[in-house]
Every structure is written in C-alpha cells, then in structure tokens.
C-alpha cells in the first residue's frame, strides 16, 4: 500500500511538473531541493505561495494522476512486482524525491525515509547528496544484494 502511495506521489509531481513546464520552473524545482532554500519553513512557504498561484494546475495534475495510478496498479501489477522494476522505480525516486527520503519509504525503510526527513529539515544539500549515493548503489548492485536490503 505504501509502494502505491509512493507512486502516486511520484505521478502527480511529474504531471504537475509536466503541465507547468519552462526554464523557471526547473531552476525553482533545484532551489527546492535545497541548493537555495535556507530551511523547511521557507520551501513550505514558497510551496503555499505557488498553490495559490496555481492551483488549477494543482488540482489538474490531481485529477490526472488518480486515474494513472489506478490503472498502473491493476494494468502492471505483475510488472510492478519484478525485483528489476523495484530497483528501478527506487533509482527514480531517490533521484528526484530522494531528498525526502521517498526511495528509502519506498523500500520499506521507514526509519532511513525518517532520517532523510530530518536530514532534510537540518541540511537539504546534504540529504539531496545522500540520496544521489543511494541512486548510484542502487543501480550498481547486483540482484541477491538489492533483495537483501528490500
């Protein structure tokens, strides 16, 4: 259930994404992912402030990811349970939402995910480093290791 969830947060940011396309928007989305921003309060802040601005956009990607993860989660149930797609879905989200530790949630590892939260909130540029380690190891290991450590 936690692995649906995860998708589905990772599906409705690369819409989102998608449908606020450009320049700025990727220059804000590596300030947020703590080159920039100083702590937590002010990436809730800029988040809040960008919801309000944008809020269609918000409430579309919603309303196209729900349908996306339904089908994903019935359509390629058995291709979603290969260990080879595990590795690969945990490499993507450690590269783009590795910051907040999603991989590690992702993996069943709630108490790294917890500490990537933290980590976060104390030094984002840090954890943001972390987890572009943990995308490396994850696509250099071999099989029995990466099954040992889910």
């Known amino acids: 259930m936690l692995q649906k969830i995860i998708l589905g947060i990772a599906i409705f940011l690369l819409v989102l994404l998608g449908l606020t396309f450009g320049e700025a928007v990727l ?27 944008h809020w269609g956009k918000a409430l579309l990607a919603l309303i196209i990811t729900i349908p996306l993860v339904l089908w994903i989660a019935s359509a390629k149930k058995d291709e979603l349970e290969r260990p080879t797609n595990h590795r690969k879905i945990a490499i993507v989200l450690a590269v783009f939402l590795g910051w907040v ?42 099989n029995d290791e990466f099954k040992q450590i889910r």
Do not use: K, N
């Open 101 to 142: 530790g999603a991989h590690r949630f992702y993996l069943g590892q709630i108490g790294w995910g917890l500490v990537f939260l933290v980590l976060f909130v104390i030094w984002a540029p840090l954890a943001y480093c972390i987890a572009l380690i943990d995308a490396l190891r994850y696509a250099f290991m071999g």
């Open 27 to 53: 220059r804000e989305l590596f300030s947020y992912l703590g080159f920039i921003v100083d702590d937590f309060a002010s990436m809730m802040l800029e988040l809040r402030l960008y919801l309000t601005e």
